[in-house]
């Protein structure tokens, strides 16, 4: 049974590019979550995803969208990078019917932004 | 708003010593409680969870016990092992509307376990 998978592991960006990061959940999981980890802190919750639709979002800037596809993976995209976004981004996935409370999570994809 | 305060690390053990890994909560209704480990350069790990007052979640000798009273929840452990060497998040799950949670976590307790 596959778990959350990320892609890619690591990526480097400079300032002002944009970055789409991708993320398949685990099988039989409806609902993808995104969050953000800087490093040293507790990750923080950017948004969360459920029919193609964004269902609830953190305190994140425009510059932070996403996506969902009909077979349930999800994109997360950042435009206009600061050096600030640097940080480790993690999918969670989890079954809507079943309790969107309890995630699991990928193992990330670190972004280094120059 | 809903929040999570655990105790500063970093925790150093020696292997075998008991482990306790203070959280305290604050929040509106009954969450979810959990806590999550992540070890060095990977993703987060669900370790256990309790969901609702007086649970007790339990994994891998790892124990926490779901205090509504003193709003509490925290990371016990008998005897530590090296292995469990990680840096360990408290969490509480954030219910918004349509059913749709966030979990809020806490900065996180770096513990290293000395052999």
């Known amino acids: 049974d596959a778990g959350v998978t990320q892609s890619p592991t690591h990526l480097i960006k400079t300032r002002g590019q944009q970055v789409t990061l991708r993320c398949s959940p685990k099988s039989g999981h409806d609902t993808v979550s995104w969050y953000q980890q800087a490093l040293g802190q507790g990750p923080q919750f950017i948004f969360q995803?459920?029919?193609?639709?964004?269902?609830q979002r953190g305190n994140f800037p425009d510059r932070f969208s996403g996506h969902q596809f009909p077979n349930y993976s999800s994109e997360l995209n950042v435009n206009a990078l600061w050096l600030g976004d640097s940080a480790l981004y993690l999918c969670?996935?989890?079954?809507?019917?079943?309790?969107?409370?309890?995630?699991?999570f990928g193992p990330g994809t670190r972004l280094l932004v120059l | 708003g809903n929040s999570v305060t655990q105790m500063e690390g970093p925790v150093t053990l020696s292997e075998e010593a008991f482990l306790t890994i203070n959280c305290t909560y604050t929040a509106t209704g009954y969450p979810s409680l959990f806590w999550y480990v992540q070890y060095p350069g990977e993703g987060l790990q669900l370790l256990l969870k309790?969901?609702?007052?007086?649970d007790k979640g339990s994994n891998k000798g790892f124990e926490a016990t779901y205090r509504k009273e003193t709003t509490s929840f925290h990371l016990e452990k008998g005897s530590v092992q090296v292995s469990d060497s990680a840096v360990y998040f408290c969490a509480l799950s954030d219910l918004g509307y349509s059913s749709a949670s966030k979990i809020i976590f806490g900065s996180g307790t770096r513990l290293s376990i000395r052999p």
């Open positions: 309790a969901t609702k007052a007086d």
């Open positions: 995803y459920y029919e193609e639709e964004e269902r």
């Open positions: 969670a996935s989890s079954s809507w019917a079943g309790g969107t409370e309890t995630q699991y």
